[in-house]
């Protein structure tokens, strides 16, 4: 769905409703099993904390649903922030340790904004 969508090219509202039509009954379907099954399992077993962290995360899950310019994942900003997290690390001896420290300090500040 969401390739689909960056293919096509689709505004942020048709993204949107193309959620809702496809995307929407998918997780209702996943959130019931979820629920269905949660009390049959041990909660300290693997599939028990995976059943428990996927029902508490649920809205931050589901939040893509509300808002079409909203991303599925975060991948985006994880290649983004990488930049900044290697900079801090190449930078970190540069000149000096408190030059480096400065630099890293400036670079993250400027990648961030």
């Not at 996943?30 to 996927?54: D, F, N, T």
Request: charged residues 20%; proline residues 4%; contains cysteine.
């Amino acid at each position: 769905i969401e390739s689909y969508a960056r293919h096509k090219q689709l505004t942020p509202k048709e993204v949107h409703s193309l959620r809702q039509q496809q995307s929407k009954p998918v997780l209702k379907a996943i959130h019931a099993w979820l629920q269905e099954h949660q009390p049959q399992v041990v909660p300290k077993s693997l599939l028990g904390k995976a059943i428990g962290y996927a029902l508490n995360q649920w809205p931050a899950l589901t939040a893509f649903l509300q808002d079409g310019r909203l991303a599925l994942t975060n991948n985006e900003s994880e290649r983004n922030i990488k930049r900044v997290v290697m900079g801090r690390k190449n930078y970190l001896f540069a000149g000096s340790k408190r030059g480096g420290e400065s630099l890293a300090i400036l670079y993250s500040l400027v990648q961030t904004c």
